[in-house]
């Protein structure tokens, strides 16, 4: 099929890029002053996890949106924002951890109650809160919209998050890249490892969404025949 | 290098890798369970005959 053929090329091309983000990271691109232990390596991979962070949060509130909207309510942008959260879930976890282990060398500690960090620590129990509330069991319409609901809801700490590294000049540092004045703080090979990082973890993104998407569709399927059995079996024995 | 960036390049890499692999796997079982049987999965009956619960009655 051509879907499975996109896919498989998309996720080729994610771990090729991967493996040039980490070969370039921590083998060809030079040391920093003022990051102990060439810490800054770091920077390679840390940045890129809250982008898709930020995509993958974006991507659910979207769908939660088309699928309350009534003339886009279809359950694919139901299950398009499941998966989303999820993979944002992940990689918000992933953010928390290589922050943390960057931090313990920078700051000399694992945590610190600092704004960016707490917003993040908070996006993150939002939206295990999020995921859990879809396995609430229910009608599948009211599972659906009550999720997307919570979506939206979630969604609130989302610019706090992004804006909070310019908003508190706190502990963590300034953004790499300033957004606004469109001035990065890295140059050459730095720069450049970065860029690849933050394209072949979107990529990542995009594939792990898409299998993602795919598990819970058939799983969707799995539980309308496992309904339409039941109700054949009840009306079987009803007959007899 | 120090073992703070090894440690967070194995975490990070090491997650995605694992729940990569948990989601190809998923999926494969779903469609194997929703797969129709092979035709000598029922002893040689051809596929179209075969039932699960047709002949009970």
Known sequence: MRADRALRILGLAALAGMVATVWL???????????????????????????????????????SLLYLWPRTRHVRFDRLAGASAEVGVVFTGLTLVSGSIWGRPTWGVWWTWDPLLTTTALLFVLYLGYLALRNVPGEPETVARRAAIAGLVAFLDV?????????????????????????????????????????????????????????????????????????????????? | MS??????????????GTYALSLVTRERAARRRQAPPPPDATSGVPSGQASSGGERS
């Open chain 1, 25 to 63: 990271g921590l083998f060809v691109t030079p040391n920093a002053v003022g990051y102990p232990d060439g810490t800054v390596r770091l920077l390679y991979i840390h940045p890129p996890l809250a982008w898709v962070m930020f995509i993958a949060y974006g991507m659910a509130t979207l769908s």
């Open chain 2, 3 to 16: 073992g703070y960036i090894e440690a967070g390049y194995v975490i990070v890499f090491g997650s995605l």
């Open chain 1, 159 to 240: 610019p706090i998050v992004f804006f909070a590294v310019s908003w508190w000049r706190s502990l963590h540092q300034g953004p790499t890249i300033d957004l606004a004045t469109r001035h990065s703080y890295v140059h050459g090979s730095m720069a450049w490892t970065l860029l690849l990082g933050f394209v072949s973890f979107t990529l990542t993104y995009v594939w792990l969404m898409a299998h993602r998407y795919r598990l819970a569709a058939l799983r969707d399927r799995e539980n309308d025949e496992g309904l339409g059995a039941a109700i054949a079996d009840r009306w079987a024995e009803a007959v007899r």
